[in-house]
């Protein structure tokens, strides 16, 4: 009975190094796919979120600065017309 225990100790002990191993090239494994990914990206010239974010505010404040422009000419050009 202790020779079958015996094996399955070392079973247990090979499969556990086993995982292990298998484990550690998984991590191995993302971090190359993640370098790789990360490379081809800032060769893309991609802008950041952040980046992103700041140019779209921009945009919608010009975009209401341009309505409110509008809205002050076509008042101006309305006061202009009905004359003095």
Do not use: I, Y
Not at 7 to 14: P, S
Not at 48 to 71: G, N, P, W
């Amino acid at each position: 009975m202790q020779t079958q225990s015996s094996v399955f100790d070392e079973l247990a002990k090979l499969l556990t190094g086993a995982m292990g191993l298998a484990q550690g090239a998984s991590e191995e494994a993302k971090g190359f796919l993640r370098a790789r990914a990360d490379r081809f990206v800032a060769e893309m010239d991609l802008v950041s979120r952040d980046e992103f974010e700041a140019v779209k505010e921009l945009a919608a404040q010009a975009r209401a600065e341009a309505e409110e422009l509008k809205r002050r000419v076509a008042e101006l050009e309305a006061r202009n017309s009905s004359g003095p």
